[in-house]
């Protein structure tokens, strides 16, 4: 395996997911190299299923191992959402900010400590021969009353690790990427892709 495609456009996530699969020494693209290739509509009942349907989808259509990622996002005041439509939370156009004032908003007068919330990421390894392998990670935290930080994407700015007392958006990326959500999806996500190096240098 010397190339593998991320199923996304989105510049911030294909920054990041880059920079997490980095050590392994392979090419990574992204659909911005492939301007042909058809959107994949994220119609799916859960991450899993989404992230499934990308990665499927692009491998077929570049012909390349395809990574592709879906993230939730699970707030226990809000009975679990937004969940699976965490992107697309105040629209299906809506902007990072339009999403964290809708969160917000809905919590309004609800006490930190019953704001609790989890990121949950589900990676998908496409071969384009249909074989499929799925990786995922979470990450605890609680939704704070305004944001804060200008790092990351997302919820970044409004998701608080306890822990540190920082939000993801006040973290450095590389301090971001040893903690997050993402980066324990992938991390697993990177022993699969090791494993089919190694079998390719065992039957070369």
């Known amino acids: 395996m010397k190339e593998l495609v991320l199923a996304t456009r989105n510049r911030h996530k294909g920054e990041e997911l880059s920079a997490l ?3 392994l020494g392979i090419r990574i693209r992204t659909l911005a190299d492939f301007p042909d290739a058809h959107e994949v509509e994220e119609d799916g009942a859960t ?3 989404n992230a499934i349907k990308k ?3 692009m491998a077929r259509a570049t012909g390349l191992p395809a990574v592709a990622d879906d993230t939730g996002l699970e707030v226990d005041a809000l009975d679990g959402r937004p969940g699976v439509y965490a992107a697309r939370y105040a629209g299906e156009h809506a902007t990072y ?3 964290c004032r809708k969160l917000l908003r809905e919590l309004y007068g609800v006490p930190l400590a019953k704001r609790s919330a989890r990121f949950v990421t589900v990676a998908a390894i496409a071969l384009p021969t249909g074989e499929v392998h799925v990786a995922q990670g979470s ?3 609680l939704i704070t009353e305004a944001p804060a930080g200008s790092q990351g994407f997302g919820y970044d700015p409004v998701f608080l690790i306890p822990e540190i007392s920082k939000t993801l ?3 450095a990326p590389a301090e971001k990427n040893r903690i997050s959500h993402r980066a324990k999806a992938f991390a697993q996500a990177k022993e699969i892709l090791r494993s089919f190096q190694s079998a390719s240098t ?3």
Request: hydrophobic share 45%.
């Open 21 to 23: 699969l980095a050590d």
């Open 47 to 49: 991450c899993e299923a």
């Open 55 to 57: 990665a499927t989808e």
């Open 97 to 99: 900010e339009d999403n």
């Open 139 to 141: 990450l605890q935290g």
């Open 169 to 171: 958006a006040e973290l």
């Open 202 to 204: 065992v039957g070369a």
